[in-house]
C-alpha cells in the first residue's frame, strides 16, 4: 500500500476530496456505476519513474486514492502478477479495464460489501478476463472492493464489467501510438464523445496522474446505460497532458503500420 503521505498528496493533487468509501453498505443498493478505463502506458512510465505516478488520481477506489491500481506478485499460484507482461511489449495493451465501480448519487460510494458467500474469484474467470484486464490479482481485487457491492457473484459482476466495456468505442487515434501524444483533457474527451454518439460530455470524466493521462471515466445507469456522473468536479486541472505510447506497439487499428503521435 502507499503511504499515508502519498494518499494525501493524491486528493490534494485532484481538489482535496474527503469521501469515504461505505463498508457497511448492502450488496446492490448503489445508485450507478462508474465504468473506468485505464491508460496503461500511463501506468508502465510511473513503474519505471519509481512508482512515484502511481496514485495521482481521485476519490473513487483506495487504489486511486492510495496508488494508482498496482500489481502484486502472484507466485504461489505459479502465476505472474501481469505487469511483467503488461510492460514489457509482449502485449501492446492501450485502455485497459481498470473497473466497473457501484456509487452513490450524492453520498460517495459502497465498497468491500459482505456477502452470505466467500468472494472468491475461478482461476477460470480470471484467465478469461486478462484480455481486457491486465492482472489477476487486478481482476481479484476489481470483484472484492467493488463487485461485491454490486450485487451480483464474480460470473455476473465481469459479465456486465465485459459489456460496459465493449460497448464504448475507443477512438482509433488512441488504439497504438508509437510516440508520445501531447493532447488537452478536452480533445480526450471529445474523441469519445465524436465515436460515441450516446454519449455527452458530463457522461465522461478525464483523469491524470501529474500530467500524463490516466483514466477515462464513462458513467453508467445500474442497466449499462450512459447517463450523467453524479460527480461534475474536474480531475484533470492540466491544459495538456502526455499520453505515453503503447508498449509492443505499431500495428494500428486495422493492422497497417502506424505513426501516430505528437498532436491530435
Not at 25 to 33: I, L, N, Q, T, W
Not at 50 to 56: F, L, M, S, T, V
Not at 202 to 218: A, K, P, T, W
Request: proline share 7%; net charge positive; with cysteine.
Amino acid at each position: 500500500m502507499a503511504c499515508i503521505a502519498m494518499g494525501a498528496a493524491a486528493l490534494a493533487a485532484i481538489g482535496g476530496v474527503h469521501a469515504q468509501g461505505d463498508r457497511s453498505a448492502r450488496p446492490g443498493d448503489f445508485d450507478y456505476y462508474v465504468l473506468t478505463l485505464n491508460w496503461s502506458p500511463t501506468y508502465c512510465a510511473g513503474r519505471e519513474d519509481g512508482g512515484n505516478e502511481r496514485g495521482r488520481s481521485s476519490r473513487f477506489d483506495e487504489d486511486e486514492t492510495g496508488g494508482g491500481y498496482r500489481f502484486f506478485n502472484d507466485r504461489r499460484n505459479g502465476r505472474s502478477s501481469g505487469s511483467d507482461e503488461q510492460c514489457n511489449g509482449s502485449r501492446p495493451y492501450a485502455f485497459v479495464l481498470h473497473g466497473l465501480w457501484p456509487q452513490y448519487e450524492r453520498r460517495g460510494w459502497p465498497e468491500s460489501c459482505r456477502t452470505d458467500y466467500r468472494p472468491w474469484v475461478p482461476n477460470e474467470l480470471i484467465d478469461r478476463m486478462l484480455d481486457i484486464m491486465p492482472s489477476r490479482q487486478l481482476v481479484i481485487h476489481e470483484y472484492k472492493k467493488h463487485g461485491t457491492c454490486s450485487g451480483m457473484d464474480p460470473r455476473g459482476y465481469f459479465a456486465a464489467a465485459r459489456k460496459a466495456y465493449n460497448s464504448i468505442r475507443i477512438p482509433d487515434e488512441f488504439q497504438d501510438l508509437t510516440k508520445p501524444l501531447r493532447v488537452g483533457p478536452e480533445e480526450v474527451r471529445r474523441a469519445f464523445l465524436d465515436v460515441n454518439r450516446n454519449l455527452t460530455p458530463d457522461m465522461v470524466q478525464i483523469v491524470c496522474s501529474r500530467n500524463r493521462l490516466q483514466e477515462v471515466r464513462v458513467c453508467m445507469s445500474k442497466d449499462l446505460q450512459p447517463r450523467p456522473c453524479a460527480e461534475s468536479r474536474r480531475l484533470c486541472n492540466y491544459d495538456t497532458v502526455t499520453m505515453p505510447p503503447v508498449r509492443g506497439g505499431g500495428q494500428g487499428p486495422q493492422g497497417g503500420p502506424t505513426q501516430r503521435g505528437d498532436r491530435l
